[in-house]
């Protein structure tokens, strides 16, 4: 009975063993660095900007080089009269034309947005989830201060994954002594570790733990593949050196980007308004006055 039982164990622990090193190395570092973006035709794109677009506004696009060298396309809509710019960031699996309708909200503020990596040119170069990516955020912002706009009029705006880089970026720009206005952030993620647990853990469940060595042989390999170190990538470990003014906004119910977690990466006193309710970026949806009229407020206390 005793060996049946032993065989039968064992038997087990080789399937998950296979099962383990089949997702950890094959199956999740796909869905990390090659998530798909949405499908836009320059139609569509051309008619985002003309929504946003006032009399006496225009669009520029300027070519950047960012992280890695990747090319950029940068859109500024530059406002007849405005206060500064805000630089908004988009999160997983969106691009530029998914955020940069939040300008809308904020006519009176100049707007500049671009897709991380330049992957809506081309889906094939890979999602690092900010270890990349927050060099995409410096260079725009190094092009815009080359361009005028004093870094204390220069106002972040991001979600999700964008937020989690923007708090990223700030620290490179501060250590540079470059502090911006400020930062309006939607449920940053905790780290690229926490980021895959609780994207798995929305699968899977509590069985979660037990794709824990999966999740890290994916990292491991998403990094050798991309040219990065998943343990670089930690929005959490970047904020108790920030200077700038942030505030937060997330949804007790975000299962992707959990408020525990959230609340960490804010540390105790951060300003962070929580929807109860609200899910994965939804929250900025749900504010009493919508989003616009939060932000608002947190540009006033800033001195705007």
């Not at 940069?100 to 889906?123: H, N």
């Not at 002594?177 to 895959?196: N, Y």
């Not at 699968?203 to 670089?232: H, V």
Request: net charge neutral; proline share 7%; hydrophobic share 40%.
């Amino acid at each position: 009975m005793a060996k049946p039982l032993a065989r039968g164990f064992s038997a087990l622990f080789l399937l998950w063993g296979l099962a383990t090193l089949a997702a950890g190395y094959w199956v999740l570092p796909p869905l990390l660095l090659q998530v798909p973006l949405p499908v836009r035709s320059e139609k569509d794109r051309e008619s985002i900007r003309a929504s946003l677009q006032r009399p006496g506004e225009r669009w520029t696009m300027t070519s950047l080089q960012g992280g890695e060298g990747r090319r950029l396309e940068l859109w500024r809509l530059h406002r007849v009269q405005e206060k500064g710019v805000v630089i908004y960031l988009h999160g997983f699996g969106d691009d530029a034309w998914g955020t940069v309708g939040r300008a809308a909200e904020l006519p009176e503020w100049g707007a500049a947005s671009f897709t991380f990596r330049g992957r809506d040119r081309d889906p094939s170069i890979p999602c690092t989830m900010g270890a990349w990516e927050r060099k995409d955020v410096v260079a725009v912002v190094h092009h815009l201060l080359n361009e005028g706009v004093p870094a204390q009029r220069l106002v972040v705006a991001a979600w999700s994954m964008g937020a989690g880089v923007a708090l990223l970026a700030l620290e490179d720009l501060e250590k540079e002594g470059t502090r911006l206005g400020g930062a309006l952030l939607e449920c940053p993620f905790e780290d690229l570790r926490s980021a895959a647990q609780d994207h798995v853990k929305g699968t899977l469940g509590p069985f979660e733990l037990l794709a824990r060595p999966a999740e890290e042989l994916a990292l491991f390999r998403g990094g050798r593949l991309a040219n990065f170190q998943p343990g670089s990538v930690s929005p959490a470990l970047a904020v108790p050196s920030l200077k700038g003014p942030i505030a937060y906004v997330s949804g007790s119910a975000d299962q992707e980007t959990p408020l525990p977690g959230v609340q960490r990466v804010a540390g105790d006193h951060a300003d962070l308004t929580v929807v109860p309710g609200a899910g994965h970026c939804q929250a900025s949806n749900q504010l009493p006055g919508g989003w616009g009229h939060w932000a608002r407020q947190r540009l006033a206390r800033w001195g705007y």
